[in-house]
């Protein structure tokens, strides 16, 4: 069973502005590469953790607001009893929301979500029009609580301060081995394949070691929905609601799992709504 909801011109128009969107950011990276390995040959790896913190702070902060509205049409939840729901369970969770928003992801997919990003004017909540017109008030409300958790816990700062931490040692080791890679040829152009080769590899390590620690977070959030709206059933419910939707594997393999998974696996979630329910 698929997700998507396009056609062929709509899939190919959103394929044609990705592609040139990721040319884009890909030549700019290049050339800050190049720039940076050319201007400090020998310790360029410090110059480039702080070139990625600084895109990645650019980015969070107007993702939001100058690259998600080319896919998407972003509205801000109408006055109703959602919005009311919403800005209830944010009162009493005491978090400041920012702006909550409705997106037209019906548009694209049949998927389920929700989810926080931007920085301090930028932040938001957006839910899925999917996830609002086709599940219940309660698993709506749960969503929207575990979302609320992000906010409240800082998430999206907090994972810019573990980029800070893990940048330098990161970009260190992609120039270690980028160095041996390209065979001590000079830094150049003809160098940036072996660039490419290295940060896909070191990525994928400190990707594996992010992705724990996303895990740890979601549980957070988790276990923070079930507090604020004390409704396990409907959490529950909609832990098996959304697997089904979004056709996730309940329990997919152990290793990938480890390497790639960032959130619990379904069946995990499930386990702890059952065992929040059976404290109470």
């Known amino acids: 069973m698929g997700l998507s909801t396009q056609d062929w011109g709509s899939w190919l128009g959103d394929v044609g502005k990705s592609a040139a969107l990721e040319t884009a950011f890909a030549g700019m990276g290049g050339a800050v590469a190049t720039a940076l390995v050319r201007r400090f040959p020998r310790d360029w790896w410090a110059p480039a953790a702080g070139a990625a ?19 998407n049409k972003f509205e801000p939840l109408p006055e109703g009893e959602l919005r009311s729901e919403v800005l209830g369970l944010a009162d009493r969770a005491g978090v400041d929301v920012g702006q909550v928003y409705r997106v037209d992801a019906s548009r694209r997919t049949t998927g389920v979500n929700a989810y926080v990003n931007g920085l301090g004017r930028t932040k938001r909540v ?24 992000h906010v409240k816990h800082r998430d999206v700062p907090r994972a ?24 001590g040829r000079r830094p150049g152009p003809g160098t940036l394949p072996a660039l490419a080769l290295s ?49 996730a594997e309940p329990e997919p393999p152990r290793l990938f799992q480890l390497i790639f998974g960032t959130h619990p696996t379904t069946r995990e979630r499930i386990g702890i709504g059952e065992a929040w329910a059976r404290a109470r």
């Open 199 to 247: 940060s896909a590899l070191v990525s994928l390590l400190l990707g594996s070691a992010s992705n724990a620690l996303s895990r740890r977070v979601e549980a957070l959030a988790d276990a923070f929905a079930l507090r604020t709206t004390e409704d396990p059933a409907a959490f529950i419910e909609l832990e098996r609601k959304l697997a089904v939707t979004n056709v």
């Open 126 to 149: 957006v839910l899925y029009d999917t996830l609002i017109r086709d599940f219940p008030e309660d698993q709506v409300r749960s969503v929207v609580a575990h979302e609320l958790a």
């Open 160 to 183: 810019l301060l573990w980029l800070a931490l893990v940048a330098p040692a990161a970009a260190f080791l992609v120039q270690e081995l980028a160095e041996r890679i390209a065979g």
């Open 53 to 71: 913190l600084f895109f990645s702070v650019v980015t969070i902060y107007l993702f939001p607001v100058v690259i998600d509205p080319i896919f």
